[in-house]
């Protein structure tokens, strides 16, 4: 059974540190005449990570998921229609695009992202040497 690790996650910034980052990229002078509005806008978002809303605005799956009820974030992308091309029947996914991800995601920011990392690095592994010799991988 694989152990689940915890503890990867940086720890929370301090007030000033966060105030020192968020202004970083607003250190053209250009910006001089907004610093009150990026004060305002800097409260907003220091609220925001202190109560962890990654992601406030959310939409529901929709018709054509196993679950239409379950919720995903509403970020601009465009839900997955029936014009969306699926992958056709027998074909091998991608294994090699998903265990090349280098996200700097942990357990802090997508609780159980070690070991879901693990479990993606390491399953492809026997696909990707069959993959060298031209032969598929049902797994």
Request: with cysteine; glycine share 8%; proline share 11%.
């Amino acid at each position: 059974m694989t152990e689940v690790r915890k503890g990867q996650a940086p720890p929370t910034l301090e007030r000033a540190e966060f105030h020192e980052r968020f202004m970083q990229s607003y250190h053209d002078p250009a910006f001089k005449a907004e610093s009150q509005a990026l004060g305002r806008i800097e409260v907003i978002a220091w609220e925001a990570y202190q109560e962890g809303r990654k992601a406030p605005v959310t939409r529901k799956a929709g018709p054509g998921y196993a679950d239409p009820t379950t919720t995903f974030p509403s970020n601009g992308s465009r839900p997955r229609s029936a014009s969306t091309p699926r992958r056709p029947p027998g074909q091998a996914r991608d294994f090699a695009r998903t265990a090349g991800r280098g996200s700097p995601r942990n357990d802090g920011t997508c609780p159980g992202e070690i070991s879901k990392r693990t479990v993606c690095c390491n399953s492809p592994a026997p696909c990707l040497k069959r993959s060298r010799s031209n032969a598929t991988c049902s797994t």
